[in-house]
């Protein structure tokens, strides 16, 4: 749009004086043939110069025939041809050269890459699809710098967190702003129940299927989102779908299909020498593995070292039932080998996942109609996991003859989600929780039971059957399910008009509204849900409008090489929430789970939510000679969550972009291209709805006293609020550089930031004795260096066609957190678990925060002295306080692409560099004594480090002034059990470092050559096989463990990190993907 | 401020308002221009009395729940606090709970109701505010009072002065007083239903400030020279005392599931997870060892199988030696002493189903639910248990009983018990038959309670009641001094307190009786004095003691005892 000369803007500039001689007309289309406006045609050698019209004709004096018309546009090849030749179609070919790349930026407003002043990645659709991988941020895991993608677990649809440079706030989620189309786009997690109960809630962006998506843009900075304001302090993702985008002439049907299977990506390594019992005494009621030797354990031991290890030969498991269930299972055998048994692979099957999708695409040039219908089914490796998707979008847009251009789309989701409940297991195991979890026990099971064998429901009521007071995950995986199912629609339309041939308006207002009507089983006959049953449904209605109104000029020539553009407009946004949350318990006839059918309902929840911010922006560009480019801009926004005084805040960005190459004329073929970029942006926000004023609580359900008369009740609620809060800030500075090596065979995107969000919006902790917990204030403050780099190196490009280009997205954020509240206190955020992450000033974001073990200065532990007791064992902190960073150090992916004639192969590998975690699935099964590091138990253990004084928590010395080692021997039951490495020792004892390299993505394709093609209906086919999360290795985390560090500490919304909970473990797929166009 | 053209300057404003204006209404609710829709419209912002009094009135009853197992573990009754091993924070939850739900509703009404000139009102929060301060001053020693709840204050202050706990009960007397007043007024307005605990009666509420000071000037009467003569002066109040069931400041559960309303005992030992703490071996023992009439109210047996010390599994979820009764030959010896048990086939079953722990047994639990006797009708609303039945296990056919139980708070038969310490410790009245009042009253009690709640409960006949009160008349008669008596009498309490905690973890302190319980196994620290206050508390508010009390060596302001293992 830079280079575009507008005619009048040259009558204007009183440049344009050539007279006439003659006149010639002609047309410019793209390779497709549709029209293109908006191209410069200029005279060689004169400054005479114009640009098409929207049917893309232009008409143009020259002196004479043989003068050189230069027909130029963004993104495409300049072609200079004869004033006399034949002008009736010029087809444009677009630019081969990436320095020409044209990219959506906010707002949607195209933009040539190199006048931009901020960094910016596109991803092509074909990244994001046929990967076996039904859900778009997980497929773009590693393949964007400065994008952190996290997955949540492998239930299926289970959340997906993504992050822009870093976190802005404590408590609000630190996600970027999702824009489709121009609408934004929910991205929330309706989590009805905490993480003890269910954690496969979906993150909304779910909804989106990747085979409609057209191109994806990320706007990492908050100078990049500028125009979208408040929302985009995280920055923004911006999605084109199919039916969103421009087509093009003619008709293109795509239809593609893929099969995947999926399995479990990992298990434990389990010990197969111990079974259940403690002290080596063999006990059928115990869960843990610290009992008597199996046969094979007992003889090998004996053998080596001559001992009398007795073994019982066969378990009580059998027993344990029949006493606890007298008479329902008069077939079940007294006796069972006592022997480790393979329990997991008999509960964990092979899901899939089938996808189909078919796009229709037509178009005359001038009209264009695009239909995108689509399917997924997803089958997980838990017994009835399940999601689906199915999307049907119609898209289009026309020229109509007045010259109004008009677009639209319109777009239907119904995604469905089903699971067991699977939350995390540390909540039951030591929470006291009765939530259910699948994962309370799968993975702690004694060695010598096996689940497969026995009954797991009472064959009369369909009731669970367990040796103890928990439920078996096999009858929970049958009857306790959690399902989700969201019908969502958005759409948009646009209108677009020239007012003048340099001054474009154009109007955009679009909805984007879903329902999810969510439901959770217990059934009746288990330990959770009280042996009665009960059953919740939840219903979440979620709405947003928005309306932009924007004024944006054509370039406008101010003088000899500067050009300026300016954009003006206005946004309206509403977003208003509803959920209603209804329990019932007590189910009255079996099997049927509806609310109707229980003996006692209450609704706990019916809240509604709406919030509106209006905005008012403008930005200036201004661009000198095609190589330095300037950006202004400003927005003001009125909120209406805040008070009337602070409701109006205005913040404004600018930046400057230098291609110093073209500056200098240095530009060769060692360096081709070099850019620097610079700028600095403010954006403010608003604060949550409805914080200014403290409010009662009128307490639902009612109360209903013994004699059955209802009484109506209200609180004050504990939660203090605030009249005087101001809008939030965040500022950043970001510094970058584009280089282009050799031709471009190497190329380097490199950008340094430091992010500082300030009035951070906090609920206060204040003394209770107060009257409240709570206070709402403006105060903390949060600081994010961050570096990102993509390296991009074409390794191989012979003549015979091979190429081999190697991706590297490399991102490392450093935090800080510079205040927390006005008392600079530590802030505790956590999910009742009891290690926390903590926010301490000074501090990177979110520290682990527990009760570790006391250590000396130099780090050893510090160990009690003596035999017996306490000796041999921990010496603990006096306190709660900080023991891990579980932020990493840097994460890098690596993609290698690999063409040769019609294939076509890539692998992504990526690598997650340092990070604590907390893991209580290691705590749990070392506790429990399954993992193949506890098969040794025979002789005795030394927890390292040195003798220490329990009260001073200093290090003893010996008579030379020298620490001393610690030799005190523990058995290993007390090493792992008691007080030792497992659960029960303190929580540094189950922090590991979660550096992982992974193999992330695979893909084999294959383009069947035209020529077998012509005598079938069938444009192009293309076959591919993937493969997604294949291997990982993760060096320092626990021998045996096996445990996929790629885990979320509760749904993606929640800034709670750095602790795994033993929840839904990940998976891996591997399949086959076929595309057809005809 | 409404968002008009004069605030967005210029054409580009004016235009987009043009185009937008199609989209917007006149309605506020849908005009996208109004940005005035801040006001949460799922709650209100304004609170009435009538709403506040019973919520009030049942996070009170909560909060006083929540710390009822703690003493009653503490005073060897059940298996929870009774190695004394507090952490810094374990009852922040329960001073959150006084501070920020009844304690500051309870303010909310004396604002709103001082205000508005109800006197009623006021005078039922003024006795409630005195009450729920007087045992927050029991067990917590210092806490704040007069600088309380000032967070929403014209003058915030979030940060509120501790204060000496005498200084709080003297202001409480005050208030008792105050509402005395109030509720004696008269006034148009009525409590009514609002009222849950007393369905709006002044009358009974003045019997309640009435017992409240009563109990307030026992509890302290070691530490005050004019004890005698006030106490004798609050026996006979104007107004009366709490005198019986229709007036006990008790609070009834119920039988709703959702949300629940079940006392909390009865949903932890009756559901299917089964978690209910031990009962203490030594506290069933002693009670079945004296034939006491309320054994089968207070507790239910659930099993009569003899764990196999032959069996691996079994043996693993036996108690401690000794704590197992029916292995145990000095349980048998003492129970045959006492003609309560004969080497039968049904005592030893019977036997079987006393599954308890020794107090401050701290060792790791097995699975043992199913053995686990239970705690019964009383106050549980659980069930009766018939000494000649065998025994069902409690999670199989589930929900057996009913869960409507009841939390004894400050009852005539307690204001029995105190009258006669007194009596006894000032030489007035007839404390040996108060003694018997008391015991024959709580006996009747309980009784009457189970025979309400399970149908298949059986009243003591008047021969068990005689025999047991004479038995203890007789042990009151041997004991030499009016101490020695009042160790007597207290014990009885302690029986009593079954339910409550409360009023024998104060008179423990306050007297050092009843002296023959049994020790802990394991103790983690000394006898707790008071609760920790919680280290939050003192780490957020500036204005908290620094270094906070400890929790055993600090006793209250009216403790003298000191109370040590």
């Not at chain 1, 060689?44 to 008409?59: E, N």
């Not at chain 1, 039904?134 to 497929?139: H, N």
């Not at chain 1, 109707?596 to 922006?617: E, V």
């Not at chain 2, 009853?61 to 606090?81: E, H, P, W």
Request: net charge neutral; proline share 5%.
């Amino acid at each position: 749009m830079k280079k575009i000369t507008m005619v009048l803007a040259g009558l204007l500039l009183g440049t344009l004086s050539v007279l006439a001689q003659s006149v010639v007309k002609g047309k410019v289309t793209d390779p497709d043939g549709a029209p293109l406006s908006g191209v410069t045609v200029k005279v060689v050698g004169s400054s005479a110069g114009t640009s098409t019209d929207k049917d893309g004709a232009f008409s143009i004096s020259v002196p004479n025939l043989n003068a050189s018309l230069e027909v130029s546009f963004v993104g495409y090849e300049s072609q200079t041809l004869r004033a006399g030749s034949n002008l009736s179609v010029i087809a444009l070919k677009q630019s081969a050269n990436a320095l020409q790349e044209v990219v959506v930026t906010s707002m949607g407003i195209r933009r040539e890459k190199k006048q931009l002043v901020y960094a910016v990645s596109e991803v092509k659709a074909e990244q994001l699809q046929q990967r076996a991988e039904p859900d778009v941020l997980r497929a773009l895991a590693g393949k964007v710098p400065g994008v952190d993608i996290t997955s949540g677990g492998g239930a299926p649809g289970q959340s997906t967190k993504v992050n822009l440079r870093g976190n802005t706030s404590f408590s609000a989620v630190n996600q970027p702003l999702i824009v489709v189309d121009g609408i934004p786009f929910d991205n929330s997690v309706n989590n009805s129940v905490g993480f003890d109960q269910a954690t496969t809630f979906s993150n909304r962006l779910y909804d989106v299927d990747p085979n409609n998506i057209e191109s994806m843009t990320v706007l990492k900075g908050i100078s990049a989102s500028a125009l979208y304001g408040q929302r985009a302090a995280n920055g923004a993702i911006l999605i084109t779908t199919k039916s969103g985008a421009k087509t093009r002439k003619g008709m293109e049907v795509t239809y593609s299909v893929s099969y995947n299977a999926e399995q479990i990506a990992s298990l434990p390594e389990y010990q197969n020498a111990y079974g259940q019992g403690s002290n080596q005494n063999y006990n059928g009621a115990f869960i843990g593995n610290w009992g008597a030797p199996f046969a094979d354990q007992a003889n090998k031991v004996n053998t080596a070292s001559g001992g009398l290890l007795k073994y019982p030969i066969i378990t009580q498991v059998p027993t344990q039932l029949k006493i606890r269930f007298p008479g329902l299972f008069p077939d079940l055998p007294d006796q069972i080998d006592y022997k480790a048994y393979d329990i997991l692979n008999a509960f964990f099957q092979t899901g899939n996942m089938l996808e189909n999708s078919l796009n229709i695409n037509a178009g005359d040039g001038k009209n264009n109609i695009n239909v995108t219908a689509s399917h997924m089914g997803n089958t997980g490796i838990l017994p009835n996991s399940n999601t689906g998707r199915t999307s049907l979008s119609v898209g289009g847009n026309s020229q109509l003859a007045n010259g109004l251009r008009v677009s639209g789309n319109i777009n239907y989701v119904n995604t469905t989600q089903q699971n067991p409940k699977s939350g995390a297991s540390l909540f039951n195991d030591y929470g006291g929780g009765t939530g259910g979890s699948i994962f309370d026990r799968l993975y702690y099971f004694p060695r010598s039971f096996p689940l497969g064998q026995m009954p797991f429901e009472d064959p009369n009521t369909g009731g669970n059957i367990f040796y103890r007071a928990t439920d078996n995950p096999l009858w929970t995986a049958k009857y306790n399910l959690f399902s989700s199912n969201v019908n969502r629609v958005f759409g948009n339309f646009n209108v677009a008009y020239s007012l003048t041939d340099f001054l474009d308006a154009s109007f955009r207002g679009g909805f984007n509204t879903y329902t999810d009507f969510q439901k959770q089983i217990t059934r009746p006959g288990g330990i959770s849900g009280g042996g009665i049953g009960n059953v919740w449904e939840s219903t979440t209605r979620n709405s947003e409008k928005n309306f932009q109104f924007l004024l944006t000029t054509k370039s406008i020539d101010l003088m000899k090489n500067l050009d300026l553009n300016v954009i003006a407009g206005a946004e309206a946004n509403e977003r208003s929430y509803y959920n209603q949350y209804a329990y019932g318990v007590g189910f009255i006839v079996p099997d049927i789970y509806k609310l109707t059918n229980t003996s006692q309902q209450a609704i706990y929840s019916d809240y509604d939510r709406k919030q509106r911010i209006l905005g008012a922006f403008g930005r200036v560009n201004l661009s000198y000679n095609n190589y330095l480019f300037l950006e202004l801009s400003g927005r003001n926004d009125w909120a209406s969550t805040l008070p009337v005084d602070n409701r109006s805040y205005f913040y404004p960005s600018a930046g400057l972009s230098f291609i110093f190459t073209d500056a200098l004329k240095i530009g060769g073929n060692i360096l081709s291209y070099g850019k620097l970029r610079f700028n600095a942006a403010q954006t403010k926000r608003d604060v949550p709805a409805y914080q200014l004023q403290t409010t009662y609580n009128v307490i639902s359900p009612s109360y209903l006293t013994p004699a059955g008369s209802t009484v109506y009740s209200a609180s004050l609620s504990d939660a203090l609020k605030n009249s005087g809060l101001r809008p939030e800030g965040v500022e950043e500075f970001e510094v970058g550089s584009e280089l282009n090596f050799f031709n471009g065979r190497v190329k380097l995107d490199l950008t340094f930031y430091q992010k500082t969000s300030k009035d951070n919006f906090v609920t206060k902790r204040i003394p209770v004795t107060s009257g409240f917990s709570t206070l709402a204030i403006n105060a903390g403050s949060i600081q994010n260096i961050g570096y990102e780099a993509g390296v991009d190196v074409t390794l191989l490009k012979t003549k015979g066609g091979l190429t081999w280009n190697v991706f590297a997205a490399f991102n490392r954020i450093r935090s800080k957190v510079i205040r927390t509240d006005d008392q600079d206190a530590d802030i505790l955020t956590g999910n009742g678990a009891f290690v926390s992450n903590v926010q301490r000033v000074g501090q990177p974001f979110g520290m682990l925060f527990g009760l570790a073990s006391a250590r000396d200065e130099e780090g050893n532990r510090l160990i009690w002295p003596g035999m017996g007791g306490n000796g041999g064992k921990h010496i603990y902190q006096d306190v709660d306080d900080i023991f891990g960073d579980p932020n990493l150090d840097f994460k890098l992916g690596v993609t290698n692409t690999i063409a040769y004639k019609n294939f076509n192969f890539s692998a992504l590998l990526d690598w997650w560099q340092g990070g604590d975690m907390y893991s209580i699935t290691a705590a749990s099964l070392l506790l429990r004594g399954q993992l193949i590091n506890s098969a040794d138990r025979e002789g005795v253990f030394v927890i390292p480090g040195v003798y220490g004084d329990p009260d001073t928590k200093k290090a003893l010395l010996d008579d030379k002034g020298k620490k001393i080692k610690n030799t005190t021997s523990i058995s290993a039951f007390d090493y792992y059990f008691s007080d030792g490495f497992g659960a029960y020792g303190p929580e540094d004892t189950n922090l590991y470092d979660r550096t992982t390299f992974r193999l992330r993505e695979v893909n084999l394709g294959y383009t069947i050559p035209k020529k077998f093609l012509t005598k079938t209906p069938f444009g192009s086919i293309n076959v591919s096989l993937s493969g997604r999360n294949l291997w990982f290795l993760a060096p320092n985390m626990l021998e045996g463990l096996n445990l996929d560090p790629e885990v979320l500490s509760d749904v993606s919304t929640s800034n709670i990190q750095g602790i795994d909970l033993g929840a839904a473990p990940s998976t891996k797929r591997y399949g086959v993907n076929v595309k057809f166009t005809f | 401020m409404k968002l008009t053209t004069t605030h967005i300057k210029g054409w580009v404003g004016g235009l987009s308002l043009a185009v937008l204006i199609s989209f917007s209404s006149c309605e506020k609710k849908n005009n996208l221009f109004d940005l005035d829709i801040n006001v949460d419209p799922n709650n209100p912002t304004q609170g009435s009395v009538r709403l506040l009094l019973p919520e009030a009135e049942r996070n009170l009853v909560g909060f006083l729940a929540g710390l009822r197992n703690t003493q009653m573990g503490m005073l060897g009754q059940i298996s929870s606090s009774d190695s004394y091993g507090f952490g810094a924070n374990s009852f922040y939850g329960s001073w959150s709970n006084f501070y920020t739900s009844s304690g500051k509703d309870i303010d909310e009404i004396i604002k709103a109701a001082t205000a508005a000139g109800n006197k009623p009102f006021l005078g039922v929060a003024q006795a409630l505010k005195a009450y729920g301060f007087s045992c927050m001053v029991d067990l917590f020693g210092t806490v704040p009072f007069a600088e309380a709840f000032a967070g929403n204050a014209e003058t915030q202050n979030i940060n509120p002065k501790f204060q000496a706990g005498k200084d709080i009960y003297d202001a409480c007397y005050k208030l008792l007083d105050d509402a005395i007043a109030n509720l004696t007024a008269a006034s148009p307005v009525s409590i009514g239903s609002a009222d849950i605990l007393y369905a709006g009666d002044k009358t009974k509420w003045v019997r309640f400030a009435n017992s409240v000071k009563l109990r307030m000037l026992i509890t302290s009467r070691r530490v005050n020279t004019s004890a005698a003569s006030q106490i004798q002066a609050a026996l006979n109040p104007t107004g009366g005392l709490i005198n019986g069931t229709s007036t006990d400041f008790t609070f009834n559960y119920g039988r709703q599931i959702s949300p629940e309303l079940r006392h909390p005992w009865y949903t932890s030992a009756y559901l299917a997870s089964q978690d209910f703490n031990y009962i203490e071996v030594d506290f069933m023992f002693r009670m079945l060892l004296s034939k006491d009439p309320r054994w089968p109210f207070y507790f239910r047996r659930q099993n009569t199988r003899i764990l196999d010390q032959n069996n691996a599994t079994d043996r693993g979820a036996t108690p401690v030696q000794g704590a197992y009764l029916v292995l145990e030959p000095s349980a048998w010896q003492q129970g045959i002493a006492a003609g309560v048990l004969a080497r039968t086939k049904a005592d030893t079953q019977y036997l079987a189903g006393f599954f308890g722990r020794y107090r401050g047994d701290q060792s790791g639990v097995p699975q043992d639910q199913d053995y686990r006797t239970a705690p019964g009708v009383y106050p549980a609303a659980g069930l009766y248990d018939d000494r000649s039945k065998a025994p069902t296990l409690l999670r199989s056919p589930v929900n057996q009983g009913r869960g409507d139980g009841i939390f004894p708070m400050l009852t005539s038969w307690m204001i029995k018990f105190w009258q006669a310490e007194s009596e006894l410790a000032y030489n007035f009245g007839t404390p040996r038959a108060t003694a018997e009042a008391a015991v024959r009253e709580h006996i009747n009690y309980v009784a009457n309670f189970g025979l309400s709640r399970d149908p298949n409960s059986k009243a003591p006949t008047a021969l068990e009641i005689t025999t047991y009160v004479n038995k203890f008349l007789a042990d009151y008669d041997a004991a030499p001094t009016n101490e020695a008596k009042m160790n007597r009498v207290l014990f009885q309490a302690w029986i009593a307190g079954w339910g409550n905690g409360f009023e024998m973890y104060n008179a423990l302190r306050r007297t050092g009786y009843p002296s023959n319980l049994r020790a802990p196994i394991t103790l983690y620290s000394q006898f707790a004095l008071r609760l920790p206050i919680p280290a939050t508390e003192g780490a957020l508010n500036p204005s908290a003691p620094s270094p906070l009390p400890v929790y055993f060596t600090e006793p209250v302001f009216w403790d003298v005892v000191k109370f040590k293992f």
